[in-house]
């Protein structure tokens, strides 16, 4: 099994890990005893993301994921943001081995579940 | 700087062993089965290996038989066993933190309508005499318990298992594939039937494993062909591994003694500043005999496999969970078989020392882990909730 | 002089596959299933290997495992189909002069309950097709041929076996342990679905074989461990076994049709000059397809092992029977199968020529040789009765 | 399996081979069929053997073992040369792989029928 270097890049530096205080959206996803928990965290102007942080306790392809994703749905639309799918996460990352497809879905779902918070408070 | 700390998964083949072998590759080639001078002279290169190893084991050159592999030679005892004594019985007894070369040797014989018991094994990893004791009954054809665990390092009380074993005339075997060349391995004196070894492991070469067989114990066949080993093990004998296995264990057990003390020592150290240096951290199995240059250590909050490629990144190699299974997400076996918690499983991190580590290297690691592991926690939502 | 002629038993190393494979003891010794980037280098070199050899093969990298043995690979195959297919059926087609890994394996399979057709051969090792497909049973799930006989190097029409197993949909195996590196190889093309391969035979290591699996071809477990191979066949993997096979073989794919012309020329002239110096003998196969290099010859009226030992005192290694069975005193079941008498199949022997072997060393065999014979003979109460 | 440099050494230079015209006593056990055949013809004075000649088809151990036989019972007297045991033979021969045992027999039953031919003839 082999990363991408794209994947090692993320892993190693990642993008808008953290938290943020107050966030307009928060999901949580994942169970520590399946070995993988995500958290977003959102900052949210008109419906436009301006900020996104998160934290993520996993695998290299899991912390990668959730690094890649921020990025791909920062400045975005949150009804585009939905719209993010594993697949295209996983190909921005230049690909992920085939036992480590199912890491990407957390992402994905982890901001599902951040903009669902949101939207539920509006 | 690069440094390996993954001997328990493999070592690096010695330079006076890698030496030993080079003649039987292109220069004495024959086959040792053949009647001929190019033959007679390999199979007296196999055959003094043979008994070289046969001495530092105390036992017969008859008496052993050369695999492939560590995984080979437990296939061939477990199952050649179950089959050999089918009439007899059909219970099995094993540990429930063996290797998957014993573990799934004997989840594969239940489907064939085996039972076998896994005896449960205490927070150090030890199996309990008494409860062995209790599961054996009337149709227990064998009991397999390892010598030292791969993953944690634990070394279980072999003679005393062997004891109740041959008080109950019931077959034992042991799979010593990580104790050889390490901790005294007697096979006559201990009680032992049958007892695996594996070359790679003691900077021998790989694909090259043994079979102690008590003379006496029958087994059936796992593999048939040709008549080599004795009609025990067909396949053109692989001489140059042959030789190269016998040469490795011959060093392994002449500095046995200060290698050991020398390991125990550096691999002590590495816990006591381990803990000094990072927090929230548990060393594996600390309260039972073990291997002396194995570390299992559980980074609270943290998953293995991103601690496992940020120490890469710096050179340094080690494993989470074993090596054979790092393919497999599970969380491992050996650790929720200890009662680790699944979630503090998955931040477990194998070091294992050899006899090619040292001191320097070792204070590498030291100054390089804790960063890694305050960065990794930074970004786990586990960590200080 | 030494005359090496016995390169059916097994080879020399070649020493540009040796050189290939000397990093992979001591430099990239990482364990290739392990993540840090000792395991990847050496992942990489198994990697590369196995792809070398799908590509000569015209396979997919992904339908090829690595043994330790041609033996293993049988018995991989054998049993693997027999287990797998079990509930479609019980039933086996092999020929009666097959190796003993094939040969033993389909025994043992009977002693399990498998019921086994051996096909007869004609005077020169042939099967006959029409008995095959006469053979042919719904209960058949498997039938196993090998490319080329390693005692007289007959080589079967196996594509046109393939084409009958695949009309029925039977699965295909043929060992091709003496034809890997001599004949044309391409499975895809020939209609095997399983193959196996034995590296030393082709001047590559001993303890390496391969089985190439069709995609979709399932296969029951022989041997159970950890997930290497695919999950196919466990056991750490010999990083330099793999390199030094794959070398191996394309070297010799590389010189194939020039060195299988000279071998054949050489085998041919030898056949032509000892027909004209020793009377009563007999070129065995010789009407069939053969492999290159391979000359049986009966001896009539003497003992193969009178003659091995003459030969071997005047540095000429050869082989009566195969080497695998020289420990064992039955005449050969090939030799027998062609139809020899007993008394003649004890004084067969097997002359093998490899890449080494000069015109020279041919020569010398040829003045050696009769005068041995001659020797024999006189004391033999079987000559000029 | 390896031999002794003395069966090499009879293997390779047969003593007494050949044959005896008009023999006193000729013996001849085995089958070409089993691989192993051997004759021996005595020529006796007195009860001595004078003359022993062999011929043997089979493997070294076959030959050697006849060699050295036919030296162990020359000048012999024909009481003492039905003693010969294989056991006897092997030994004098430095042993014989244990799968080679059996070829020693022969040498020991050739004789035996040799003999035996010669008493039913006086
Ligand atoms: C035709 C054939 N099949 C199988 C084998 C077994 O190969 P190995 O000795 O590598 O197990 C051999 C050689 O010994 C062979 O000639
Ligand atoms: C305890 C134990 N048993 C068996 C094996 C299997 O040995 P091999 O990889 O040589 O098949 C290993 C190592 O992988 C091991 O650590
Ligand atoms: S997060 Fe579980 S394997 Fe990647
Ligand atoms: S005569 Fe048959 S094996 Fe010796």
Redesign the interface.
Known sequence: MQYSEKVMDHFMNPRNSGVIENPDGYGKVGSPSCGDVMEIFLKIEDDIIKDVKFRTFGCASAIATSSISTEMILEKNVSEALELTNKAVAEALDGLPPVKMHCSVLAEEAIKAAIEDYMSKK | M?V?L?NN???????K??EAM?PY??EV???P????????ES?KAMEEARKTIADILGVEASELVF??????S??MAIRGVARAYKRRGNHIITSCIE???VR??C??LEKEGYEVTYLSVDENGLVDLEELKAAIKRETILITVMHANNEIGTIQPIEEIAKIANEKKIVFHTDAVQSAGKLKLKPKEMGIDLLTI?G?KFYG?????LLYIKQGTRLG????????ERKRR????????IVGMATALKAAVAHQEEECKRLSELRDYFEEELLKKVPEIVINAKGAPRLPGTSSVTFK???G??I??????K??????G????????Q?SHVLLGIGI???FA?GTIRFSLGKYNTKEEIDYVLAELPPIIERLR?????WGE
């Open positions: 690069k390996y993954d998964a493999t070592t690096k083949v010695d330079e062993v890698l080079l590759f292109g080639y024959g086959n089965s053949s009647m001929h001078g190019f033959g007679q199979n695999t492939a592999s560590g995984t080979e437990d296939n290797h998957p070369a799934n040797t989840k594969d594996s790679h070469p790989k694909g090259m494993g066949k796992v593999i048939t062909g040709g008549g080599q067909p396949g053109t004998s692989d001489v140059p591994g909050y943290l998953e496999e991103s496992l490629l940020s120490l890469n990144y050179g340094i190699a080690v494993s989470s074993s090596a054979c299974s790092s393919d497999e997400l969380a918690p699944v979630e998955h930074m970004i786990s939502p586990l």
